[in-house]
């Protein structure tokens, strides 16, 4: 979820209605270090957004553990969360994310380090495997005995990558052998998918991640579904435009007016499932002001009338 969940994002989520505790996108704890002034930005955060965890990655037990101290000192969040699953090239090729799971002794070195140094909750963001989905219960052992206060599992192992189907069966042969929370993970898209996910890994909750992209309702609509409250459905296309000029508007707040060109990449999200909707996209990657959005918007809505 890196470039994504960032304050404007989790501030939309907010305003939907959604009271899920925010984990925000995932930072290099060496650029932290070295006081990467663009990394550091990310760390500004609403107050709004609470409750909230940094999420941070490295491979450097004592780089790990100052990069935790800047991020006391600067945001305060109300835990960090340490990713060790996070399959793309970049991460693993320099030791991070997902390869953690392949040296168990420096993940746990990690997690010691942080726990020695800093009292808030610390959770493990990590997957079933690297190749085979039973890796991973050794693996949340080493954690758990480590410090660990959580887990989340993505249902995939790493060579999976996000292809296939989540195993979220897998994820319950971690919670049956530890004692912390277990959070599932993977192809939760809507509260359907969400009880199903909870009642075949037996976790005690769920993280939701690119479910959540153009859809920052699926936090309310599942957590009243938890709650034994109807589902409000899905948004309406007109509701769902409104969203995303909402998300504009705090993107502009945070970023200026060049936050619209780094909205674009939510543009596909958002617009999934609009019928015909190929024909905009010259239009959507030149938006570069919120009246090149209204315009789209409108004439979005002009088409989906006609086409009734």
């Not at 420096?106 to 890796?135: C, M, Q, Y």
């Not at 052998?177 to 996910?197: F, Q, T, Y």
Request: hydrophobic share 40%; charged share 25%; aromatic share 8%.
């Amino acid at each position: 979820m890196a470039d994504f969940t960032d304050s404007p994002f989790c501030r939309l989520i907010r305003e939907c209605g959604g009271r899920a505790v925010i984990f925000r996108e995932m930072l290099a704890a060496e650029a932290i270090v070295r006081g990467n002034a663009r990394t550091i930005s990310y760390l500004d955060f609403d107050a709004i957004e609470r409750p909230l965890v940094q999420q941070l990655f490295g491979s450097n037990p004592e780089s790990m553990a100052k990069a935790a101290e800047v991020v006391m000192q600067k945001s305060k969040p109300d835990g960090i969360d340490i990713n060790m699953g996070c399959p793309v090239y970049k991460a693993v090729s320099n030791f991070n994310g997902a390869s953690l799971m392949r040296e168990p002794n420096k993940a746990a070195a990690i997690l010691s380090a942080l726990k020695s140094t800093h009292n808030v909750p610390f959770s493990v963001k990590t997957r079933l495997g690297w190749s085979k989905p039973d890796e991973v219960i050794e693996f949340a052992q080493i954690l758990e005995q480590a410090g660990a206060d959580a887990l989340e599992i993505h249902a995939r192992t790493k060579l999976q990558g996000y292809s296939g189907q989540a195993d979220w069966k897998a994820v319950k042969k971690v919670v049956d052998k530890v004692k912390i929370p277990v959070l599932v993970n993977g192809d939760i898209v809507d509260p359907k998918s969400a009880l199903k996910a909870l009642e075949e890994s037996g976790a005690q909750g769920i993280l939701i991640g690119r479910g959540a992209l153009g859809n920052p309702w699926i936090f309310n609509r599942v957590e009243k579904v938890l709650a034994g409250k109807p589902d409000p459905g899905e948004p309406n296309l007109e509701d769902r435009l409104k969203g995303l000029k909402r998300h504009a508007e705090l993107q502009i707040e945070a970023y200026g007016e060049k936050g619209l060109v780094k909205l674009r990449k939510h543009f596909p999200w958002y617009f999934k499932g609009i019928p015909g909707f190929r024909q905009f996209r010259a239009a959507a990657v030149q938006v570069a002001s919120l009246d090149d959005l209204d315009r789209l918007i409108k004439t979005i809505i002009e088409s989906a009338r006609q086409s009734q």
